[in-house]
């Protein structure tokens, strides 16, 4: 991977407003950088999660670092919506949980590093739906991933641990909280989580009732305080608490969430799970200030290496934020005012260039 492009590209897509077209950044760099230079770059080789890690680990062992760190890992998925694209293997139809229907777009899932105020993408994963597929019902042709969300998500998981990140805590929505996702990381990556559960899902109350097999509807329960539970195919208890939170619009919601690590209180699970919010902010930050929405790219190679440069530039603000204090997009409104300011002064130029011009035409008649 060539880290001199990478480091030019990402700088572009931060500084951008319009479509990150190769000529664009060529005109940008005074014509430093060929068109040919930039397409180069985005089509030579697939960038991998590993290539992610080497831009992102030296913030993340910095935060490590420091004192009183508490990180936690935080998975989610998000779709960049591509309406207008072509369909290939990663630019297919998902089911958008926001929405509730079907999208066209690139998927992908991020692994987010949080602590001490600070996000790192520490790896990523495609969703790539590469197998043909009929609709049993429809006849409707489509495409499927090979691989399923929850593999990708024990995946990212595994890969966190294989390259010592700092972390107590898993943190996902309710969308990859199954008994397997939950044994897997309390058993075979020896960590905790903190997850939703859909209000149907049934628990046990006391080790007797699993064993029974007497379960109940969590949405049948009457909480106060969290309790123990059991979850059917989830060898060890958990402990769930009701959260009622209020929307943007003043509606109530409820969220049932469970914690392996059965010692934190209320306070404590509800704390840490509102640290999940970060990944909502990172998907905002990558879509409206690295350029994340505005690539051209017609090929699977070269809009994936756009995504991975776009991660790349979020990990660069996040820099330069915890440098500066500032936020992504106060960074962001600093750098389109100094642009405006150019602009400006190019267009005073301009003009006293053409006064000049109609002076002296003037002075010659």
């Known amino acids: 991977m060539n880290k001199n492009m990478l480091d030019i590209y990402t700088d572009f897509l931060i500084c951008s407003t319009s479509y990150?077209?190769?000529?664009?950044?060529?005109?940008?760099?005074?014509?430093?950088?060929?068109?040919?230079?930039?397409?180069?770059?985005?089509?030579?080789?697939?960038?991998?999660?590993?290539?992610?890690?080497?831009?992102?680990?030296?913030?993340?062992?910095?935060?490590?670092n420091e004192k009183n760190v508490d990180g936690v890992l935080i998975i989610d998925d998000s779709i960049e919506e591509k309406p207008y694209t072509d369909e290939n293997d990663i630019i297919a139809w998902h089911y958008d949980h926001c929405k509730g229907r079907n999208v066209k777009g690139i998927n992908f899932i991020s692994a987010i590093y949080q602590a001490v105020n600070v996000s790192v993408p520490v790896s990523f994963a495609l969703v790539r739906k590469t197998l043909p597929s009929v609709n049993a019902k429809t006849g409707k042709e489509s495409r499927k991933s090979p691989v399923s969300k929850q593999q990708y998500f024990r995946d990212l998981v595994a890969t966190a641990v294989a390259n010592q990140i700092d972390f107590k805590t898993v943190l996902a929505d309710i969308w990859f909280s199954s008994a397997e996702n939950m044994c897997y990381i309390k058993n075979d990556m020896h960590k905790?989580?903190?997850?939703?559960?859909?209000?149907?899902?049934?628990?046990?109350?006391?080790?007797?009732?699993?064993?029974?097999?007497?379960?109940?509807?969590?949405?049948?329960?009457?909480?106060?305080?969290?309790?123990?539970?059991?979850?059917?195919?989830?060898?060890?208890?958990?402990?769930?608490?009701?959260?009622?939170?209020?929307?943007?619009?003043?509606?109530t919601g409820v969220l049932h969430?469970?914690?392996?690590?059965?010692?934190?209180?209320?306070?404590?699970?509800?704390?840490?799970?509102?640290?999940?919010?970060?990944?909502?902010?990172?998907?905002?930050?990558?879509?409206?200030?690295t350029s994340l929405a505005k690539s051209p790219t017609k090929t699977v190679r070269t809009q994936s290496?756009?995504?991975?440069?776009?991660?790349?530039?979020?990990?660069?603000?996040?820099?330069?934020?915890?440098?500066k204090r500032l936020n992504h997009f106060a960074l962001k409104n600093k750098i389109y005012i100094e642009t405006l300011k150019a602009a400006f002064r190019e267009l005073e130029k301009i003009k006293n260039e053409v006064l000049q011009t109609v002076e002296f035409g003037a002075a010659s008649a």
Not at 26 to 35: D, F, K, Q, V, Y
Not at 306 to 320: M, P, Q, T, V
Request: glycine letters at 4%; proline letters at 3%.
């Open 20 to 64: 990150t077209t190769a000529t664009a950044l060529s005109r940008a760099t005074g014509n430093a950088i060929s068109h040919d230079s930039v397409t180069r770059f985005l089509s030579a080789e697939d960038f991998a999660p590993s290539d992610l890690w080497q831009i992102a680990k030296p913030l993340t062992r910095s935060i490590q």
């Open 257 to 289: 969430l469970v914690s392996s690590n059965i010692e934190l209180t209320d306070e404590q699970i509800a704390t840490t799970y509102h640290r999940r919010w970060s990944v909502e902010e990172y998907h905002k930050s990558l879509k409206s200030n």
């Open 192 to 251: 905790d989580f903190i997850m939703p559960l859909k209000d149907n899902r049934k628990i046990a109350l006391s080790e007797e009732k699993l064993a029974a097999g007497e379960f109940v509807s969590i949405k049948k329960l009457e909480l106060g305080e969290s309790v123990l539970v059991r979850l059917e195919g989830v060898d060890f208890p958990l402990r769930l608490m009701r959260q009622v939170f209020k929307n943007g619009d003043a509606s």
């Open 305 to 323: 290496n756009h995504l991975f440069a776009s991660i790349c530039a979020f990990i660069k603000l996040e820099s330069i934020s915890l440098s």
